[in-house]
C-alpha cells in the first residue's frame, strides 16, 4: 500500500513539475519573473517529494539564478569541440553551464595515478 502511495505521489509530482516546465518556457520572453517563479515551485516540489527532474529540464535552468535558458533570448550557446562540450552562458548571471557529449564519460582535469609495481 505505502509504495502504491510513493508511486502515485512521484508521478504526480513528475507531471507538476513538467507542466510548470512548459509554463516557464512559455512565458519567459514576455514575463521573466514569472518564469522565474515557475522554476523555484519545481526545485521546491523536486526536493519536497524527493523527485528528480528530468535532464532536458535540469540543463535548461540556470544553477546560479534559477532562469529559464533559452538560446538566442537571455542564453548564448557555444559548442567547444577540442574538450567535446556544448556550453550554455546565462545572460542575466554569467553562469556557465557545460553539457558534455560524445563519450559518455566527464573528462575529468585530475592525471590518473599511475600504479606502482612492487620493487624487488
Known sequence: MAENKRALIHSVASERIEALFQKAKESVKSD???????????IKISTHYRVKMPASIRNSICKNCNSVLS???NA?????????????????????RRIF???????T????????????
Open 71 to 73: 538560446p538566442g533570448l
Open 101 to 107: 557529449y560524445g563519450t559518455g564519460n566527464k573528462p
Open 109 to 120: 582535469l585530475r592525471t590518473p595515478v599511475k600504479s606502482q609495481s612492487p620493487s624487488k
Open 32 to 42: 521573466p519573473s514569472l518564469a522565474g517563479r515557475y522554476v523555484r515551485l519545481m
Open 76 to 96: 548564448v550557446v557555444r559548442i567547444v569541440s577540442s574538450r567535446r562540450y556544448v556550453a550554455y552562458t546565462c545572460e542575466k548571471c554569467g553562469y556557465e
